[in-house]
């Protein structure tokens, strides 16, 4: 049973982390932001976004723990970037 809820949870983080990148990446060609500026905080957040949700299409995550982790990183990211967005920071 803890395989199906682990399987769920990696298909709803997907989806998060999708809609976290389509987010960040309409903002980066909307500011022309390269995608590659490894000086630029967006694209920091951009490549950070990436890299984890290419791990869960891996399944490099393979317990809840690590699962929970990855949700609260996506969660940080996606504050963080409405507060950029929003010139809070």
């Known amino acids: ?3 199906y809820f682990i399987t769920a949870k990696e298909e709803v983080l997907r ?3 999708s809609i976290i990148m ?5 903002y980066m060609v909307d500011h022309n932001i ?3 500026d490894s000086k630029n905080p967006i694209s920091i957040l ?3 976004v990436s890299e984890m949700s290419d791990a869960l299409v891996q399944n490099v995550y393979h317990t809840m723990e690590e699962l929970e982790m990855v949700s609260a990183q996506f969660k940080f990211i996606k ?3 409405g507060e950029i967005k929003n010139g809070c920071v």
């Open 22 to 26: 389509a987010d960040i990446l309409k």
């Open 34 to 36: 390269e995608c590659h």
């Open 1 to 3: 049973m803890d395989d």
């Open 79 to 81: 504050e963080y970037f």
């Open 46 to 48: 951009c490549k950070k």
């Open 15 to 17: 989806e998060v982390g």
